[in-house]
Protein backbone atom coordinates (compact mmCIF):
# COMPACT_ATOMS: atom_id res chain seq x y z
CA UNK A 1 0.00 0.00 0.00
CA UNK A 2 1.01 3.49 -1.00
CA UNK A 3 0.67 6.30 1.58
CA UNK A 4 1.03 10.28 1.17
CA UNK A 5 1.35 11.51 4.78
CA UNK A 6 1.14 15.00 4.78
CA UNK A 7 2.96 17.27 7.84
CA UNK A 8 4.99 14.18 8.04
CA UNK A 9 7.97 15.80 9.32
CA UNK A 10 5.51 17.47 12.37
CA UNK A 11 4.98 16.16 15.73
CA UNK A 12 2.16 13.97 15.20
CA UNK A 13 2.83 12.67 11.65
CA UNK A 14 6.25 12.63 12.06
CA UNK A 15 5.48 10.09 15.12
CA UNK A 16 3.21 8.71 12.42
CA UNK A 17 5.83 7.75 10.06
CA UNK A 18 8.02 6.24 11.92
CA UNK A 19 5.61 3.94 13.79
CA UNK A 20 4.03 3.18 10.29
CA UNK A 21 7.62 1.89 9.69
CA UNK A 22 8.11 -0.52 12.31
CA UNK A 23 4.40 -2.05 12.33
CA UNK A 24 3.55 -2.08 8.65
CA UNK A 25 6.95 -3.04 6.49
CA UNK A 26 4.77 -3.31 3.50
CA UNK A 27 3.56 0.15 3.57
CA UNK A 28 5.42 2.89 1.02
CA UNK A 29 5.42 6.15 2.45
CA UNK A 30 5.73 9.39 1.36
CA UNK A 31 5.44 12.54 3.35
CA UNK A 32 4.57 16.09 1.73
CA UNK A 33 5.44 18.63 4.05
CA UNK A 34 6.22 22.50 3.59
CA UNK A 35 9.26 22.17 6.25
CA UNK A 36 7.80 25.25 8.25
CA UNK A 37 9.56 26.40 11.69
CA UNK A 38 7.20 23.47 12.98
CA UNK A 39 9.07 20.89 11.03
CA UNK A 40 12.25 18.93 12.22
CA UNK A 41 14.16 17.43 9.67
CA UNK A 42 16.46 15.65 12.36
CA UNK A 43 13.14 14.13 13.02
CA UNK A 44 12.73 12.02 10.04
CA UNK A 45 16.76 12.40 9.27
CA UNK A 46 17.33 8.29 10.28
CA UNK A 47 14.54 6.68 8.12
CA UNK A 48 15.16 9.01 5.10
CA UNK A 49 16.46 6.08 3.09
CA UNK A 50 12.72 4.20 3.92
CA UNK A 51 10.44 7.26 2.78
CA UNK A 52 10.19 9.77 0.03
CA UNK A 53 10.04 13.16 1.44
CA UNK A 54 8.89 15.86 -1.05
CA UNK A 55 9.12 19.44 0.41
CA UNK A 56 5.80 21.68 -1.01
CA UNK A 57 2.94 23.30 -0.07
CA UNK A 58 -0.70 21.39 0.47
CA UNK A 59 -1.86 24.36 -1.18
CA UNK A 60 -0.04 23.62 -4.47
CA UNK A 61 -2.96 22.13 -6.62
CA UNK A 62 -0.38 20.83 -9.28
CA UNK A 63 1.84 19.31 -6.78
CA UNK A 64 -1.02 17.80 -4.72
CA UNK A 65 -2.27 16.18 -7.73
CA UNK A 66 0.70 14.12 -9.09
CA UNK A 67 1.15 13.09 -5.42
CA UNK A 68 -2.19 11.99 -4.42
CA UNK A 69 -2.30 10.46 -8.61
CA UNK A 70 0.42 8.04 -7.22
CA UNK A 71 -0.76 6.97 -3.33
CA UNK A 72 -3.60 4.52 -2.58
CA UNK A 73 -4.25 6.39 0.86
CA UNK A 74 -3.78 10.47 2.05
CA UNK A 75 -3.63 10.80 5.54
CA UNK A 76 -3.68 14.71 6.34
CA UNK A 77 -1.79 15.85 9.44
CA UNK A 78 -0.35 19.32 7.72
CA UNK A 79 -1.44 22.16 9.11
CA UNK A 80 -0.64 25.55 11.43
CA UNK A 81 -1.37 24.06 14.46
CA UNK A 82 -0.79 26.22 17.60
CA UNK A 83 -3.29 28.70 18.91
CA UNK A 84 -1.00 31.47 20.09
CA UNK A 85 0.17 31.52 16.55
CA UNK A 86 -2.89 32.35 15.03
CA UNK A 87 -4.25 35.02 17.32
CA UNK A 88 -0.80 36.72 16.31
CA UNK A 89 -1.26 36.08 12.68
CA UNK A 90 -4.01 33.94 11.43
CA UNK A 91 -3.18 34.21 7.67
CA UNK A 92 -1.08 31.05 7.85
CA UNK A 93 -3.58 29.59 9.40
CA UNK A 94 -6.34 29.95 6.70
CA UNK A 95 -4.08 29.12 3.44
CA UNK A 96 -3.37 25.93 4.71
CA UNK A 97 -6.21 24.97 7.00
CA UNK A 98 -8.63 25.69 4.51
CA UNK A 99 -6.34 25.93 0.95
CA UNK A 100 -4.48 23.16 1.39
CA UNK A 101 -7.14 21.07 2.79
CA UNK A 102 -9.08 21.98 -0.35
CA UNK A 103 -6.76 21.24 -2.34
CA UNK A 104 -6.31 17.83 -1.43
CA UNK A 105 -9.89 17.27 -1.04
CA UNK A 106 -10.22 17.96 -5.26
CA UNK A 107 -7.07 15.74 -5.97
CA UNK A 108 -9.00 12.79 -3.87
CA UNK A 109 -11.97 13.64 -5.27
CA UNK A 110 -10.17 13.55 -8.95
CA UNK A 111 -8.28 10.20 -8.47
CA UNK A 112 -10.65 9.00 -5.98
CA UNK A 113 -8.09 7.76 -3.90
CA UNK A 114 -9.23 7.51 0.37
CA UNK A 115 -8.90 10.71 2.70
CA UNK A 116 -8.08 10.29 6.40
CA UNK A 117 -8.75 14.11 7.96
CA UNK A 118 -6.90 14.78 11.16
CA UNK A 119 -8.71 17.06 13.26
CA UNK A 120 -9.20 18.23 16.67
CA UNK A 121 -11.37 18.87 19.75
CA UNK A 122 -11.36 22.22 19.88
CA UNK A 123 -13.64 22.46 16.84
CA UNK A 124 -16.24 21.70 19.69
CA UNK A 125 -15.24 24.72 21.48
CA UNK A 126 -14.57 24.50 25.12
CA UNK A 127 -16.90 23.11 28.51
CA UNK A 128 -16.91 24.83 32.22
CA UNK A 129 -14.59 23.24 34.54
CA UNK A 130 -18.22 22.17 36.52
CA UNK A 131 -19.71 20.74 33.90
CA UNK A 132 -20.13 16.60 33.83
CA UNK A 133 -20.57 16.17 30.20
CA UNK A 134 -17.87 15.60 27.34
CA UNK A 135 -17.80 16.44 23.52
CA UNK A 136 -19.17 13.02 21.33
CA UNK A 137 -19.52 13.15 17.75
CA UNK A 138 -23.08 14.77 18.04
CA UNK A 139 -21.68 18.06 19.97
CA UNK A 140 -22.22 21.51 17.72
CA UNK A 141 -19.30 22.78 16.47
CA UNK A 142 -18.27 26.18 18.06
CA UNK A 143 -15.06 26.92 17.45
CA UNK A 144 -12.79 29.98 19.64
CA UNK A 145 -9.85 30.90 17.89
CA UNK A 146 -8.33 31.30 14.00
CA UNK A 147 -6.30 27.90 14.65
CA UNK A 148 -9.62 25.84 15.18
CA UNK A 149 -12.31 27.78 13.32
CA UNK A 150 -9.94 27.00 10.15
CA UNK A 151 -10.05 23.10 11.58
CA UNK A 152 -13.66 23.08 12.04
CA UNK A 153 -14.03 24.56 8.16
CA UNK A 154 -11.29 22.21 7.38
CA UNK A 155 -13.67 19.44 8.77
CA UNK A 156 -16.61 20.95 7.17
CA UNK A 157 -15.24 20.55 3.50
CA UNK A 158 -14.79 17.22 4.03
CA UNK A 159 -18.07 16.20 5.47
CA UNK A 160 -19.42 18.32 2.23
CA UNK A 161 -16.89 16.62 -0.37
CA UNK A 162 -17.98 13.01 0.96
CA UNK A 163 -21.92 13.99 0.73
CA UNK A 164 -21.63 16.10 -2.87
CA UNK A 165 -18.70 14.05 -4.41
CA UNK A 166 -18.64 10.41 -2.73
CA UNK A 167 -15.02 11.00 -1.03
CA UNK A 168 -13.88 8.13 0.64
CA UNK A 169 -13.10 10.14 4.02
CA UNK A 170 -12.82 9.77 7.37
CA UNK A 171 -12.12 12.07 9.82
CA UNK A 172 -10.89 11.77 13.48
CA UNK A 173 -11.03 14.72 15.96
CA UNK A 174 -8.51 13.81 19.01
CA UNK A 175 -7.52 15.85 22.19
CA UNK A 176 -4.27 17.43 23.40
CA UNK A 177 -1.58 15.08 22.54
CA UNK A 178 1.84 14.90 24.21
CA UNK A 179 5.51 12.33 23.44
CA UNK A 180 8.17 12.80 21.63
CA UNK A 181 9.31 15.40 18.89
CA UNK A 182 6.66 17.59 19.81
CA UNK A 183 7.40 21.75 18.80
CA UNK A 184 8.88 23.53 21.94
CA UNK A 185 6.36 26.07 21.65
CA UNK A 186 3.34 23.59 22.70
CA UNK A 187 2.51 23.56 26.73
CA UNK A 188 4.64 20.58 28.15
CA UNK A 189 7.53 20.67 25.87
CA UNK A 190 7.83 24.32 26.75
CA UNK A 191 7.84 23.38 30.56
CA UNK A 192 10.37 20.43 30.33
CA UNK A 193 12.75 22.81 28.18
CA UNK A 194 12.32 26.02 30.87
CA UNK A 195 13.24 23.31 33.61
CA UNK A 196 16.09 21.48 31.69
CA UNK A 197 17.10 25.05 31.21
CA UNK A 198 16.98 26.70 34.04
CA UNK A 199 13.86 29.13 33.57
CA UNK A 200 10.83 28.58 35.28
CA UNK A 201 7.80 27.07 33.53
CA UNK A 202 5.27 29.49 32.52
CA UNK A 203 1.01 29.25 33.25
CA UNK A 204 -1.34 31.38 31.57
CA UNK A 205 -4.28 32.80 33.56
CA UNK A 206 -5.55 31.01 36.79
CA UNK A 207 -3.32 27.38 35.71
CA UNK A 208 -6.85 25.93 36.18
CA UNK A 209 -7.66 25.33 32.44
CA UNK A 210 -7.89 21.42 31.56
CA UNK A 211 -6.45 19.42 28.76
CA UNK A 212 -7.61 15.83 28.00
CA UNK A 213 -4.04 14.20 27.58
CA UNK A 214 -3.53 11.53 24.93
CA UNK A 215 -0.15 10.00 24.34
CA UNK A 216 1.16 10.32 20.27
CA UNK A 217 1.12 6.99 20.16
CA UNK A 218 -1.98 6.11 20.98
CA UNK A 219 -3.65 8.93 18.85
CA UNK A 220 -1.61 7.33 15.55
CA UNK A 221 -2.93 3.56 16.62
CA UNK A 222 -6.36 5.32 16.88
CA UNK A 223 -6.07 6.63 13.33
CA UNK A 224 -4.94 3.32 11.96
CA UNK A 225 -7.83 1.52 13.38
CA UNK A 226 -10.61 4.37 11.93
CA UNK A 227 -8.60 3.54 8.36
CA UNK A 228 -8.68 -0.11 8.78
CA UNK A 229 -12.03 -0.27 10.28
CA UNK A 230 -13.66 2.71 10.19
CA UNK A 231 -16.48 3.28 7.87
CA UNK A 232 -16.92 6.41 4.97
CA UNK A 233 -17.88 9.35 5.76
CA UNK A 234 -17.95 8.89 9.62
CA UNK A 235 -16.47 10.74 12.37
CA UNK A 236 -14.53 9.51 15.48
CA UNK A 237 -13.24 11.32 18.37
CA UNK A 238 -9.87 9.76 19.64
CA UNK A 239 -9.03 10.56 23.71
CA UNK A 240 -7.91 8.79 26.48
CA UNK A 241 -9.68 9.62 29.49
CA UNK A 242 -6.47 12.02 30.49
CA UNK A 243 -8.04 15.16 31.52
CA UNK A 244 -5.66 17.08 33.90
CA UNK A 245 -5.42 20.75 34.78
CA UNK A 246 -2.34 22.83 33.76
CA UNK A 247 -1.23 23.57 37.55
CA UNK A 248 -1.34 19.74 37.75
CA UNK A 249 0.83 19.59 34.86
CA UNK A 250 3.56 21.55 35.63
CA UNK A 251 3.71 20.64 39.20
CA UNK A 252 4.12 17.37 37.87
CA UNK A 253 7.05 18.11 35.68
CA UNK A 254 8.46 20.32 38.24
CA UNK A 255 8.67 17.25 40.74
CA UNK A 256 9.36 14.72 38.80
CA UNK A 257 12.82 16.89 37.47
CA UNK A 258 13.30 17.24 41.28
CA UNK A 259 12.50 21.02 41.44
CA UNK A 260 10.09 22.57 43.89
CA UNK A 261 6.26 22.20 42.77
CA UNK A 262 5.87 25.77 43.28
CA UNK A 263 8.95 26.80 41.26
CA UNK A 264 6.34 28.50 38.71
CA UNK A 265 5.60 31.82 37.02
CA UNK A 266 1.56 32.83 35.98
CA UNK A 267 1.48 34.93 33.34
CA UNK A 268 -0.84 36.94 31.21
CA UNK A 269 -3.85 34.48 29.67
CA UNK A 270 -4.01 33.85 26.24
CA UNK A 271 -6.89 35.82 24.73
CA UNK A 272 -10.07 33.73 24.01
CA UNK A 273 -8.12 31.05 26.31
CA UNK A 274 -10.80 27.65 25.92
CA UNK A 275 -11.62 26.25 29.72
CA UNK A 276 -11.96 23.04 29.63
CA UNK A 277 -11.81 19.98 26.46
CA UNK A 278 -12.83 16.73 26.92
CA UNK A 279 -13.61 13.76 24.77
CA UNK A 280 -15.81 10.83 25.15
CA UNK A 281 -14.08 8.48 22.71
CA UNK A 282 -17.30 5.49 23.58
CA UNK A 283 -17.91 5.08 20.02
CA UNK A 284 -14.36 4.50 18.54
CA UNK A 285 -14.03 2.02 21.84
CA UNK A 286 -17.45 -0.07 21.11
CA UNK A 287 -17.37 0.33 17.43
CA UNK A 288 -13.85 0.34 16.35
CA UNK A 289 -12.30 -1.83 19.42
CA UNK A 290 -9.39 0.39 20.07
CA UNK A 291 -8.14 1.17 23.49
CA UNK A 292 -5.04 4.16 24.33
CA UNK A 293 -1.96 1.82 26.08
CA UNK A 294 -0.75 5.11 28.05
CA UNK A 295 -3.60 5.16 30.57
CA UNK A 296 -1.27 6.59 33.31
CA UNK A 297 -0.07 10.24 32.19
CA UNK A 298 2.57 10.94 34.96
CA UNK A 299 4.60 7.14 33.47
CA UNK A 300 3.58 8.77 30.05
CA UNK A 301 4.87 12.14 31.36
CA UNK A 302 7.57 10.96 32.99
CA UNK A 303 8.68 8.95 29.88
CA UNK A 304 8.63 12.20 27.77
CA UNK A 305 10.62 14.22 30.20
CA UNK A 306 13.47 11.45 29.53
CA UNK A 307 13.12 11.76 25.98
CA UNK A 308 13.69 15.62 26.21
CA UNK A 309 16.25 15.29 28.35
CA UNK A 310 18.10 12.56 26.25
CA UNK A 311 17.81 14.70 23.45
CA UNK A 312 19.22 18.37 23.73
CA UNK A 313 20.52 18.61 19.95
CA UNK A 314 17.02 18.44 19.05
CA UNK A 315 15.09 20.97 20.82
CA UNK A 316 17.84 23.69 21.69
CA UNK A 317 18.93 25.38 18.52
CA UNK A 318 14.65 26.24 18.72
CA UNK A 319 14.47 27.19 22.68
CA UNK A 320 15.95 30.98 22.55
CA UNK A 321 13.97 32.00 19.64
CA UNK A 322 11.02 30.43 21.34
CA UNK A 323 11.29 32.28 24.53
CA UNK A 324 11.86 35.24 22.80
CA UNK A 325 8.92 35.35 20.98
CA UNK A 326 6.52 34.49 23.64
CA UNK A 327 8.31 37.09 26.06
CA UNK A 328 7.34 40.04 23.83
CA UNK A 329 3.65 39.26 24.94
CA UNK A 330 4.12 37.60 28.31
CA UNK A 331 4.16 39.34 31.91
CA UNK A 332 4.43 37.43 34.75
CA UNK A 333 1.53 38.16 36.95
CA UNK A 334 2.55 35.84 39.71
P1 LIG B 1 2.88 20.44 13.94
O1 LIG B 1 2.72 21.91 13.90
O2 LIG B 1 3.85 19.82 14.86
O3 LIG B 1 3.23 19.90 12.47
C1 LIG B 1 2.57 20.40 11.33
C2 LIG B 1 3.37 19.99 10.10
O4 LIG B 1 2.67 20.47 8.94
C3 LIG B 1 4.77 20.59 10.06
O5 LIG B 1 5.72 19.61 9.70
C4 LIG B 1 4.67 21.67 8.98
O6 LIG B 1 5.88 21.89 8.28
C5 LIG B 1 3.60 21.08 8.06
N1 LIG B 1 2.92 22.11 7.28
C6 LIG B 1 2.41 23.29 7.72
N2 LIG B 1 1.87 23.97 6.68
C7 LIG B 1 2.02 23.20 5.58
C8 LIG B 1 1.66 23.35 4.22
N3 LIG B 1 1.02 24.44 3.78
N4 LIG B 1 1.96 22.35 3.35
C9 LIG B 1 2.62 21.24 3.79
N5 LIG B 1 2.99 21.05 5.05
C10 LIG B 1 2.69 22.01 5.95
O7 LIG B 1 1.40 19.87 14.20
P2 LIG B 1 0.94 18.59 15.01
O8 LIG B 1 0.80 18.94 16.44
O9 LIG B 1 1.76 17.44 14.61
O10 LIG B 1 -0.54 18.41 14.43
C11 LIG B 1 -0.77 17.58 13.29
C12 LIG B 1 -2.27 17.55 13.03
O11 LIG B 1 -2.95 17.02 14.14
C13 LIG B 1 -2.88 18.91 12.75
O12 LIG B 1 -3.84 18.76 11.73
C14 LIG B 1 -3.53 19.28 14.06
O13 LIG B 1 -4.63 20.13 13.84
C15 LIG B 1 -3.98 17.92 14.55
N6 LIG B 1 -4.12 17.76 16.01
C16 LIG B 1 -3.09 18.10 16.83
C17 LIG B 1 -3.21 17.86 18.20
C18 LIG B 1 -2.08 18.19 19.16
O14 LIG B 1 -2.26 18.07 20.36
N7 LIG B 1 -0.90 18.58 18.68
C19 LIG B 1 -4.40 17.30 18.71
C20 LIG B 1 -5.43 16.98 17.82
C21 LIG B 1 -5.27 17.20 16.47
O1 LIG C 1 -6.98 19.93 21.86
C1 LIG C 1 -6.18 19.65 20.76
C2 LIG C 1 -5.26 20.82 20.47
O2 LIG C 1 -4.27 20.81 21.49
C3 LIG C 1 -4.63 20.77 19.09
O3 LIG C 1 -5.63 20.90 18.13
C4 LIG C 1 -3.59 21.89 18.92
O4 LIG C 1 -2.92 21.75 17.68
C5 LIG C 1 -2.58 21.78 20.05
O5 LIG C 1 -1.66 22.86 19.96
C6 LIG C 1 -3.30 21.82 21.39
O6 LIG C 1 -3.91 23.11 21.60
P1 LIG C 1 -3.81 23.86 23.02
O7 LIG C 1 -4.01 25.30 22.79
O8 LIG C 1 -4.65 23.16 24.02
O9 LIG C 1 -2.25 23.50 23.36
P2 LIG C 1 -1.06 24.33 23.99
O10 LIG C 1 0.07 23.36 24.11
O11 LIG C 1 -0.80 25.58 23.26
O12 LIG C 1 -1.60 24.69 25.43
C7 LIG C 1 -2.11 23.71 26.33
C8 LIG C 1 -2.66 24.42 27.54
O13 LIG C 1 -1.58 25.02 28.27
C9 LIG C 1 -3.59 25.57 27.22
O14 LIG C 1 -4.59 25.65 28.23
C10 LIG C 1 -2.70 26.81 27.27
C11 LIG C 1 -1.73 26.45 28.37
N1 LIG C 1 -0.37 27.01 28.26
C12 LIG C 1 0.29 26.92 27.08
C13 LIG C 1 1.60 27.37 26.96
C14 LIG C 1 2.35 27.29 25.65
C15 LIG C 1 0.24 27.54 29.39
O15 LIG C 1 -0.37 27.62 30.49
N2 LIG C 1 1.54 27.99 29.29
C16 LIG C 1 2.23 27.93 28.12
O16 LIG C 1 3.41 28.34 28.10
Known sequence: MRVLVTGGAGFIGANFVLRTLVQRPDVEITVLDKLTYAANPATLAPVADRIDLVKGDIADADLVDSLVGATDLVVHFAAESHNDNSLADPSAFVHTNLVGTYSLLEAVRRHDVRYHHISTDEVYGDLDLDEPSRFTEDTAYNPSSPYSSTKAGSDLLVRAWVRSFGVRATISNCSNNYGPYQHIEKFIPRQITNVLAGLRPKLYGDGRNVRDWI????????????????????????????????????????????????????????????????????????????????????????????????????????????????????????
Open 215 to 334: HVDDHNDAVWTIIDTGQIGETYLIGADGEVDNRTVVETILELLGQPRDAFDFVTDRPGHDRRYAIDSTRLRTELGWRPNYVDFRSGLAATIDWYRDHPDWWQPAKQGVEQTYAATEKVIG
